[in-house]
């Protein structure tokens, strides 16, 4: 099985927890012309930020180590390079340089100066803007709406694909025994991977 083939499958897994656009191109993706593919170019600090922003999404606890621990900073510019269309692809660096503006704005320095709680804050607000601008169709917040949700699906989708995501954020079973669609789980009982 190949990259896109497992992620897709993934995908189908986490059902509605990634967006429909998300699922969309990863079942497009298979036809993107190699002319589409790396239409942007990520610094070295967009690459930085967009991994301290999947920690913030899934950050390490007792049990598992998070997004940046499994590498997902380095997937999302992949998969953005890779899968999304040339438009989409401008789409989603137009709405990181926005983010990147809104930090400088907001609090006077790039995010990755920002501590913690700043870095939160910034994410709970892009967060609700994203739901805002789904109902309000506001087309001065759709680039940064997008980027957002892109970012969480893609930090979604990178960690539970990832060997830290199935095997210590969920339960892992090397060698499944028969399908039970109806396993009672014990409360705390992670969830199977696979």
């Known amino acids: 099985m190949n990259r896109r083939e497992a992620l897709k499958n993934v995908a189908i897994l986490l059902g509605t927890t990634i ?17 589409e593919k790396n239409a942007v170019a990520f610094t070295d600090d ?10 913030i999404i899934m950050p390490t606890t007792k049990s598992s180590p998070g997004a940046k621990a499994a590498g997902v900073g380095k997937f ?6 890779d899968c999304y269309p040339a438009k989409q692809q401008q789409r989603f660096a137009k709405g990181l340089s926005e983010f990147e503006e809104r930090a400088q704005t ?4 790039n995010f990755l100066a920002l501590n913690n709680t ?3 804050k910034m994410l ?3 967060r609700l803007g994203a739901i805002a601008q789904k109902e309000s ?25 990832s060997e830290i995501g199935c095997t210590q954020a969920r339960a892992y079973l090397p060698i499944p025994g028969r399908y039970d669609g109806n396993v009672p789980l014990k409360p705390g009982q992670k969830s199977w991977a696979t």
């Open 124 to 126: 709970i607000d892009l």
């Open 46 to 55: 967009q690459k930085k930020i967009l991994t301290e922003m999947a920690e």
């Open 76 to 81: 999302i510019p992949m998969m953005v390079n």
């Open 19 to 35: 967006s429909a656009s998300t699922t969309t191109i990863l079942f497009e993706s298979f036809t993107l012309p190699e002319n």
């Open 137 to 161: 169709k506001d087309a001065a917040t759709a680039d940064i709406s997008y980027f957002f949700t892109i970012t969480r699906d893609l930090t979604l989708l990178g960690y539970f694909a």
């Open 106 to 109: 907001e609090f006077g320095k």
């Open 118 to 120: 700043e870095r939160t």
